[in-house]
């Protein structure tokens, strides 16, 4: 998506920042995990796939995403190169033609030493209340393998209430209704979040 090509959006503990080239390398490395490809559904690509699928994230105007990096690594050091900082990705997909107002949202927190430090919850929080402001959306689905306790867990503790299980994805859906007090309680949680301007590279 064009539209956060040049936001970056800073948390506590996570810097959220839009997919580039210079990431892929990295991503490229985590999705050969086969813990991640199932915890993911996702299939390994090569790293020329793995630069085209980037690009396609960049221009289509139905995905946003952002890399997900570790706040206090990125700040330790001004001018510390991204890729070194990296701690997973989060994602929304706009693709119900039907209902523009509802996006469906994926976090993945690769990294294994940034697991466990509310990484996946500040992401999740903050893709949300960009998903409220500047995407004007109003319903998140979230879809889960079922074996995923760790991210049914998240998105449970955020509010979200499950609606289906699928037996044959393997995958249960949660959904969130961005009601007026749960607006305001994402707000809240991420009153401190600022946004700044992005420069690839920088």
Same mark, same amino acid.
């Given at each position: ?29 985590? %999705?050969?995990?086969e813990e991640l490809q ?15 699928? #980037?690009?396609?994230?960049? &221009?289509?105007?139905?995905?946003c995403t952002f890399i997900?990096?570790?706040? &206090? ?12 900082? %990296? ?23 690769? &990294? ?14 903050? /893709? ?37 299980v699928s037996s044959v ?7 969130? /209704?961005?009601?007026?007090?749960? #607006? ?19």
């Open positions: 998506m064009k539209l956060n090509q040049n936001i970056l959006l800073l948390g506590k503990k996570v810097v959220l920042v839009p997919y580039t080239a210079e990431h892929v390398p990295r991503y490229h490395e985590w %999705m050969k995990s199932r915890l993911t559904a996702s299939e390994p690509l090569t790293l020329e796939q793995e630069y085209t699928m #980037q690009r396609s994230w960049r &221009e289509d105007s139905d995905k997900v990096l570790d706040a &206090e690594r990125w700040q330790a050091q001004p001018g510390t190169p991204e890729e070194s900082c %990296m701690a997973g990705d989060v994602n929304l997909f706009l693709t119900d033609l039907g209902d523009p107002s509802l996006g469906e949202i994926e976090v993945m927190i690769a &990294e294994p030493n940034c697991r466990g430090k509310g990484f996946g919850t500040e992401a999740v929080l903050m /893709m949300m209340s960009y998903g409220v402001t500047k995407l004007g959306l109003t319903k998140f689905e979230a879809k889960i393998g079922q074996g995923n306790e760790p991210s049914i867990r998240l998105f449970q503790k955020l509010h979200f209430e499950q609606v289906a994805f393997q995958e249960v859906t949660l959904r969130l /209704m961005m009601s007026e007090s749960e #607006q305001r309680w994402l707000l809240e949680q991420t009153s401190h979040v600022e946004e700044k301007p992005y420069r690839d590279g920088s």
